[in-house]
């Protein structure tokens, strides 16, 4: 297409230019065309316990995150941070429903955490979050 594009002769515009606004215009509908799938692929939470800010009672804390599509569980973590620090790799299960994943901590001290999750969507894209939260005495 590009080897026989002939300008009209009475049209002073070069043909690079023309060409190169053709494609930028071609590249917006592209994007506008598929950035509406590209977003609901994304995984995104939908909602959790814990949820952000609450309180649990400890020790023993089962993690549910739901989110809005499946997730690759295999390729997801789950990670309790106290403070900045790494506390426990959480162990995610595996079966259950596809947009849900689930963990459990066992044996947590009263105290301030945060449930740092890192899932992978099935487009591929991996998306992340914090869940600040605080385990209470039983
Ligand atoms: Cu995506």
């Given at each position: 297409?590009?080897?026989?594009?002939?300008?009209?002769?009475?049209?002073?515009?070069?043909?690079?230019?023309?060409?190169?606004?053709?494609?930028?215009?071609?590249?917006?509908?592209?994007?506008?065309?598929?950035?509406?799938?590209?977003?609901?692929?994304?995984?995104?939470?939908?909602?959790?316990?814990?949820s952000v800010g609450?309180?649990?009672?400890?020790?023993?804390?089962?993690?549910?995150?739901?989110?809005?599509?499946?997730?690759?569980?295999?390729?997801?973590?789950?990670?309790?941070?106290?403070?900045?620090?790494?506390?426990?790799?959480?162990?995610?299960?595996?079966?259950?429903?596809?947009?849900?994943?689930?963990?459990?901590?066992?044996?947590?001290?009263?105290?301030?955490?945060?449930?740092?999750?890192?899932?992978?969507?099935?487009?591929?894209?991996?998306?992340?979050?914090?869940i600040p939260?605080?385990?209470?005495?039983?």
């Open positions: 297409m590009i080897c026989c594009y002939k300008p009209p002769s009475n049209v002073g515009v070069p043909v690079s230019i023309r060409l190169s606004t053709l494609f930028v215009a071609a590249l917006t509908v592209a994007l506008a065309l598929w950035s509406p799938d590209r977003a609901q692929a994304h995984a995104i939470i939908v909602d959790s316990s814990p609450t309180e649990m009672p400890g020790p023993d804390v089962t993690m549910t995150l739901h989110y809005n599509n499946r997730i690759d569980k295999t390729r997801s973590r789950l990670t309790l941070m106290v403070g900045e620090k790494p506390f426990l790799k959480l162990p995610i299960d595996e079966g259950g429903a596809p947009d849900v994943i689930t963990a459990k901590a066992t044996g947590l001290a009263p105290g301030a955490y945060r449930l740092r999750w890192q899932v992978l969507a099935l487009d591929g894209h991996i998306t992340r979050g914090e939260f605080t385990v209470t005495a039983p």
